[in-house]
Nanobody, 119 residues
Framework: QVQLVESGGGLVQAGGSLRLSCVASGRISSISAMNWYRQAPGKQRELVAT???????TYADSVKGRFIISMDGAKNTVYLRMNNLQPEDTAVYYCNADIVYVDGSSIFWGQGTQVTVSS
């Protein structure tokens, strides 16, 4: 009943920028937080950035000063602006959200979007 769909991934050269989007849809009552994770080949999924509906944000040390997370509560959408991308940022990026919906509440995940940074 609730779906998260990411978009905006792609191939970019080192030093370039991308903006990821993630839209939550369905019978949503409220969203308390939306987050971005990433998983590189052979590595565990790691938390990249978090935001709450009152715009409190946190970042992994590896992306501080380069990535910006933002949320549009009216659109149930979270964005991740990624600047000065480096090859080590190559990964599948996933969004998740803590959502209250008609039948309860849960954490939902998107399907992921690939980001590849060439050197």
């Amino acid at each position: 009943q609730v779906q998260l769909v990411e978009s905006g991934g792609g191939l970019v050269q080192a030093g370039g920028s991308l903006r990821l989007s993630c839209v939550a849809s369905g019978r949503i009552s409220s969203i308390s937080a939306m987050n971005w994770y990433r998983q590189a080949p052979g590595k565990q999924r790691e938390l990249v950035a978090t935001t709450t509906t009152n715009h409190r944000t946190t970042y992994a040390d590896s992306v501080k000063g380069r990535f910006i997370i933002s949320m549009d509560g009216a659109k149930n959408t979270v964005y991740l602006r990624m600047n000065n991308l480096q090859p080590e940022d190559t990964a599948v990026y996933y969004c998740n959200a803590d959502i209250v919906y008609v039948d309860g509440s849960s954490i939902f995940w998107g399907q992921g979007t690939q980001v590849t940074v060439s050197s």
